[in-house]
């Protein structure tokens, strides 16, 4: 019953912006601390981003630093990534995670992934 569904991907050119959102479902969504995975073809998944429950902490690869902004809204159960100045080393497939934070490891779910792809 859990579910993690990414939307708002999609097709956009190099220096634009998108916005992905995550609607999560089946388990207390503000115990969890939430992450955007991404993974280009060829390449490794590699995180992207990350925010704790009551987003007191949010962390961030190098690559998208200045760029990118998680956000959450626990009212919403929902979990956010505005990308801004989008490159084309950005296209990749982009995956919602959630992990518990108090059985890290234990309790931890994934989207299915929605596709970014960044080209003129």
């Known amino acids: 019953q859990v579910q993690l569904v990414e939307s708002g991907g999609g097709l956009v050119q190099p220096g634009g912006s998108l916005r992905l959102s995550c609607a999560a479902s089946g388990f207390t969504f503000s115990n969890y601390v939430m992450r955007w995975y991404r993974q280009a073809p060829g390449k490794e998944r590699e995180l992207v981003a990350s925010?704790?429950?009551?987003?007191?902490?949010?962390n961030y690869a190098d690559f998208v630093k200045g760029r990118f902004t998680i956000s959450r809204d626990n009212a919403k159960n929902t979990v956010y990534l505005q990308m801004d100045s989008l490159k084309s080393e950005d296209t990749a497939v982009y995956y919602c995670?959630?992990?518990?934070?108090?059985?890290?490891?234990?309790?931890?779910?994934w989207g299915q992934g929605t596709q970014v792809t960044v080209s003129s």
């Open positions: 995670n959630a992990e518990f934070r108090s059985a890290p490891r234990k309790y931890v779910y």
């Open positions: 925010i704790s429950s009551a987003s007191s902490n949010r």
